[in-house]
């Protein structure tokens, strides 16, 4: 799972990212909020742990902006230490998912996000897939081939879980669409360009990829054995 913290407490910020770094977590640091906001756009993380009492511009504008502006639906999880009623009603208009007030638990963060990261992918159950060296855990949304980490997007992701639903099955492209973008059908060019982010992204881990393009008709997950 890729991670982006937004916190300018340093101390506070080495803590969580020593935390999730060592619990197999890929994490970015912002220390405000002008440099989080750019991070949260022009990359792609699963979730996002975000300081309300930001320089620059406030926690509160941060994901007011990443979802008005940017369009984002990433998961975001507030600290702070604001625990009034109105302060938590001020986070959940302008955006967050949850809220967590400080001084907290590093155990606690963590449950938390992979909470927020299961609901977000539509699971509530965890039911781990393993084929022919690949494994994806949907609770943790952690995708290894061949035992090295292989780093997705949400939708590829989305598009790795369809494939893998039924190995061998050419899934056509509505169907990998609707997986991944569900009723809001994306640009014309974006399945094309998930698939090859998809597929470089396993080759890059191992060398090959498991994904075949079946020309004219969609993808498919081609096992190795039967």
């Not at 940017?70 to 625990?83: F, G």
Request: charged fraction near 25%; glycine fraction near 8%.
């Amino acid at each position: 799972m890729r991670v982006l913290i937004i916190e300018d407490d340093l101390d506070i910020a080495t803590n969580l990212c020593d935390y999730l770094e060592g619990r197999g977590y890929c994490v970015d640091l912002a220390r405000d909020g002008i440099s989080g906001l750019h991070l949260a756009v022009s990359q792609p993380f699963d979730a996002i742990v975000l300081d309300l009492g930001l320089p620059g511009i406030g926690g509160l504008c941060v994901c007011s902006k990443l979802r008005r502006e940017a369009s984002s639906d990433v998961p975001v999880l507030a600290l702070t230490a604001r625990d009034l009623l109105d302060d938590k009603v001020a986070a959940f208009d302008s955006g967050v998912d949850d809220y967590l007030v400080k001084p907290f638990m590093l155990r606690e963060v963590e449950i938390r996000l992979k909470a927020l990261v299961r609901r977000h992918c539509g699971r509530v159950t965890d039911r781990r897939i393993v084929i022919d060296g690949l494994e994806y855990d949907p609770a943790s949304c952690c995708v290894h081939f061949e035992g090295r980490a292989v780093q997705l997007s949400r939708k590829c992701m989305r598009l790795l879980e369809a494939l893998l639903a039924a190995p061998g099955r050419v899934f056509s492209r509505a169907e990998l669409e609707h997986s991944a973008w569900g009723d809001e059908p994306p640009m014309s060019d974006s399945l094309r360009s998930h698939m090859h982010t998809l597929r470089r992204a396993l080759t890059s881990a191992t060398g090959r990829s498991p994904i075949e393009n079946v020309h004219g008709v969609g993808y498919r997950f081609a096992r190795l054995s039967a």
